[in-house]
């Protein structure tokens, strides 16, 4: 199921995956950003699940914004997987 995240305090404004399961995949980043890591990080959590997306590349942080693009993503995923599973 594709999901659409409406991100906090970051250059990108949204970002939308598709969720199978515990599997995140084609992720998309929209609405701005550093072009460098808008590419990087989807193509290093394809395939990965909620889980591992977290660990991986959770509270991370982008100067002093407190978040990243890449932590959005992992709050996004966690979101998503928790309401899929209610």
Known sequence: MEYIYETENTCSKKISFELNGNIVTNVKYMGG???GNLQAV???VEGLTAEEIEKRIGGITCGF???SCAN???KAVRKAY???NK
């Open 82 to 84: 928790d309401e899929a």
């Open 42 to 44: 989807p193509k290093l």
């Open 72 to 74: 959005e993503l992992a």
């Open 65 to 67: 914004r407190g978040t």
């Open 33 to 35: 950003g550093c072009p």
